[in-house]
């Protein structure tokens, strides 16, 4: 599979997102928060922003404290990590405001517990140094992110990743497959996918190997047989494909 990055519906969705907040008018406003079901391509597509715009860029923790996010993003930054978490914080907030850092804080539901405290240091970041903070979670985290005013007033955007549609698929198979995916079997792979961008990559290997054992340049529907092409998580079963091919 070529290593490429797709530009899907939900990249351009996250790129609007990010220039609301780039262009807001209260500079303490600098939260984007990015929400969606598992498997739609959040964590990818904020990397690969991530890596573009030198980020810092952390998975948050079950067992997460100010202290212990603060250390782990020191640790990110190189920074020194001893000390009271006053001076740990001096110098990270230090660091982030010079360079103008942007953070990346993904599965953001860990840092509410004890009354989202975690969120809270976070926020006081945002505050000081006015650095984009884009905060990435599952859709049911907007509405307890609401429930602390004080963080959800500096969120000046949100942007909700949704199911890949049959076009963003045709082009993810056109840019990703090192074989020649046929229509009617990229719009199959978006039926039993459900627009789940993880699926959808499964699919695309297997469609893969099938066209390069067959010595296959272009597959088609029909040449996939009953060959499953997902899976169904749920029932644990394969999905085959609907006509169930030649």
Known sequence: MKSVFVKTSNYERFQEGLAAVEGRG?????????????????????????????????????????????????????????????????????????????????????CLRDNAHVLEAIRDLSDLTEIIVVLVGMEQVQAKIGRHLQISSRVAHVVTFGPATPEDVMLVCKQKCEVEVANDLALEIHRQSKGRMREVMNAIALVEREGKRNGLKRVELKDMGNRPLTLDWQSTRPRTTRNGGR
Do not use: C
């Open 26 to 110: 209260a500079q303490e406003s600098s939260l984007l928060l990015v929400t969606g079901e598992a498997g739609y391509g959040k964590s990818e597509t904020v990397d690969q922003w991530a890596i573009q715009a030198g980020a810092a860029y952390l998975r948050a923790k079950t067992g997460w404290t100010p202290r212990y996010f603060m250390t782990e993003l020191a640790e990110n930054l190189k920074v020194d990590t001893s000390g009271r978490a006053k001076d740990i914080f001096a110098r990270i907030s230090g660091y982030l405001g010079r360079n103008q850092t942007p953070l990346v804080i993904d599965e953001v539901e860990h």
